[in-house]
T-cell receptor, first 112, second 114 residues
């Protein structure tokens, strides 16, 4: 089945730094979504992308739908402590019904 | 908008008993609801998809007789873990989707089976 490779698996951030993470797929998607999950909570939708090449921002977050439809990236600018958490990419191919395929997640942590 | 609630947020039960988890869409009609399971430090694993009024579609490897899903209305779905065992301990998360909109997730339910 389809698989999403998300990288990096984890990273440390220092307040003020920019952060970048990405997802790649073995097959194409028609929709890319980015979610954030805090400990003990459900994922919260951050950004939705519906068109190849689309670049969308939500505050300090920017995400792009890759031209090949097999990848997406998420950037966080000027990170703050509350950015800590796990970020998941998810893709959907229309013929797969409503189902999402999730990446393995990127865990953001604060540098000690 | 697009708020999904789950109840309970955590539950501890004895091995062999059954546990019911409720998922509600509070401000929209959920034509489709999804149930996921998440182990520590892992991604979400889809267990089943249900459309209102229809039987749930289970993912490969998920026992439908063990994980009973009911989606009786456009705002409520329930997951019942029957004859729970310690290996069923996990974080269960539901999500709901209105036609033409994205999935919104509930806050999750942590199940511990002793």
């Amino acid at each position: 089945g389809q698989q999403l490779n998300q990288s990096p698996q984890s990273m440390f951030i220092q307040e003020g730094e920019d952060v970048s993470m990405n997802c790649t797929s073995s097959s194409i998607f028609n929709t890319w979504l980015w979610y954030k999950q805090d400990p003990g909570e459900g994922p919260v939708l951050l950004i939705a992308l519906y068109k190849a090449g689309e670049l969308t921002s939500n505050g300090r977050l920017t995400a792009q739908f890759g031209i090949t439809r097999k990848d997406s990236f998420l950037n966080i600018s000027a990170s703050i402590p509350s950015d800590v958490g796990i970020y998941f990419c998810a893709g959907r191919y229309n013929n797969a019904g409503n189902m999402l395929t999730f990446g393995g997640g990127t865990r953001l942590m604060v540098k000690p | 908008g697009a708020v999904v609630s789950q109840h309970p947020s955590w539950v501890i039960c004895k091995s062999g008993t059954s546990v019911k988890i409720e998922c509600r869409s509070l401000d929209f009609q959920a034509t489709t609801m999804f149930w996921y399971r998440q182990f520590p430090k892992q991604s979400l694993m889809l267990m089943a998809t249900s459309n209102e009024g229809s039987k749930a579609t289970y993912e490969q490897g998920v026992e439908k007789d063990k994980f009973l899903i009911n989606h009786a209305s456009l705002t409520l779905s329930t997951l019942t873990v029957t004859s729970a065992h310690p290996e069923d301990s996990s974080f269960y998360i539901c999500s709901a989707r209105e036609t033409h909109y994205e999935q919104y997730f509930g806050p999750g339910t942590r199940l511990t089976v002793t």
